[in-house]
T-cell receptor
């Protein structure tokens, strides 16, 4: 099946620092989605990207749909303790099913 | 409006036992999905349904069966549980698959001994 490589697998940063994570694929996707999962909960959608080159922000979060349609990036600016969680990328292909990355575990030190 | 709910929250099974996980949504969504989440592997689609009375296989369907007898419910069954099915199971629903977001339930943690 399709593979999404998400990196880094984990990050331990100081409060106030900026965070960057990315997903790459060997296949083209029509849509890129970024989710956040907190302990004991299901993933919650943060940002959806629908066009190659698109740059979209949601508060301190900014995500980009790569020009090649094979990658996407998520940046979090000025991290705070409540940013802690696992961030997942997901790509949607022409078959309309989602393929998820392995997740980036973010830990923020106050 | 509860969104997507799952029961049970946690279950321990012995190898060979059977069980059914229940997912319910109150958003009148057409599409429902079952995923499993394993460390470092993200979520993988087990089965999905595009409407009442329909089901289809996802990426990892072996060892699982599903039923969608009512639009609001999507059941995931394990006929003979195996340790490899130890995982966290998430149900999700969406109005359609062409771009609409999927709403996830809180998950069911299953341990098979």
């Amino acid at each position: 099946g399709q593979q999404l490589n998400q990196s880094p697998q984990s990050m331990f940063i100081q409060e106030g620092e900026d965070v960057s994570m990315n997903c790459t694929s060997s296949s083209i996707f029509n849509t890129w989605l970024w989710y956040k999962q907190e302990p004991g909960e299901g993933p919650v959608l943060l940002i959806a990207l629908y066009k190659a080159g698109e740059l979209t922000s949601n508060g301190r979060l900014t995500a980009q749909f790569g020009i090649t349609r094979k990658d996407s990036f998520l940046n979090i600016s000025a991290s705070i303790p409540s940013d802690v969680g696992i961030y997942f990328c997901a790509g949607r292909n022409a078959g309309n099913m989602l393929t998820f990355g392995g997740g980036t575990r973010l830990m923020v030190k106050p | 409006n509860a969104g997507v709910t799952q029961t049970p929250k946690f279950r321990v099974l012995k190898t060979g036992q059977s069980m059914t996980l229940l997912c319910a949504q109150d958003m009148n969504h057409e599409y429902m999905y079952w995923y499993r989440q394993d460390p470092g592997m993200g979520l993988r689609l087990i089965h999905y349904s595009v409407g009442e009375g329909t089901t289809a296989k996802g990426e990892v369907p072996d060892g699982y069966n599903v039923s969608r007898l009512k639009k609001q419910n999507f059941l995931l069954g394990l006929e003979s549980a195996a340790p490899s099915q130890t995982s966290v199971y998430f149900c999700a629903s969406s109005q359609w698959t062409g771009g609409e977001t999927q709403y996830f339930g809180p998950g069911t943690r299953l341990l098979v001994l």
